[in-house]
């Protein structure tokens, strides 16, 4: 029970710096100190340490002997390559999500379609958050609806790493008009079961994200 908790604490605070990296609450050369670290999440040094181990692991923190550790960010080369290869991935996912979609999960969609056009048009403090948040929750849902665990956690995971860069896009209104539209063609091709146009759509709305963020050239 004890090496339990241990593990969970270290996965979470693992999470919780991994989470503020890639937010922005840390920037890039941002020194991460063991002992404030500790401080500010009430716990010893050593799952601090581990977390940032972890964190060097997967190339968003540099562990340098007798100095610390500093944040490495995602550059914008980074970003470029995710989209890329996200552009592949969510058609894929969109393809299979067509053929294993469950009608709970097609009202879902329907309703984040709908709640997305409602903050759109509203124009209140905080749309923009709003706005990127249904985004984000269209394509949790497709990646369930893919029904591949892999699939859905590798997407997961890149959607993470590009987050502040999503936001920007999302947050400009003509992009998030446009992006609302793509997603209902996506759905209006999955209800039809036409998983090639599907694949097509969902390839397009991320390489037409990318040109929204200027990563195609």
């Known amino acids: 029970m004890e090496e339990y908790q241990d593990r969970s604490l270290r996965g979470r605070v693992f999470r919780r710096l991994r989470e503020d990296i890639l937010s922005g609450v840390y920037k890039e050369r941002d020194e991460l ?3 404030t670290l500790g401080e500010e999440l009430g716990v010893s040094r050593t799952p601090v340490r581990e977390a940032l181990r972890q964190l060097e692991l997967e190339g968003l923190v540099t562990i340098i002997p007798n100095k610390g550790a500093y944040v490495t960010g995602i550059s914008r080369k980074d ?4 989209y890329k290869i996200r552009s ?3 058609g894929m996912c969109a393809r299979w999500a067509t053929e294993h979609i469950t009608e709970k999960q097609i009202e879902e969609l329907e ?3 709908l709640l997305s056009e409602f903050h759109l048009r509203k124009k209140s403090e905080g749309q923009a958050e709003q706005v990127t948040e249904l985004d984000g929750k269209f ?3 497709l990646y369930e609806a893919s ?3 892999i699939l859905e956690h590798v997407l997961s995971d890149f959607h993470k790493y590009v987050q502040m860069a999503r936001a920007m896009s999302v947050g400009e209104k003509n992009r998030a008009e446009k992006s609302i539209q793509e997603h209902r063609e996506i759905l209006e091709a999955i209800k039809k079961q036409d998983g090639k146009l599907a694949e097509k759509l969902a390839n397009r709305h991320i390489l037409n994200v990318m040109e929204n963020l200027h990563l195609t050239k």
């Open 33 to 35: 100190r063991e002992i």
């Open 79 to 82: 970003v470029a390559d995710i």
């Open 88 to 90: 592949m991935l969510e």
């Open 111 to 113: 309703e984040v379609l």
């Open 139 to 141: 394509h949790k849902i």
């Open 147 to 149: 029904n591949s665990r």
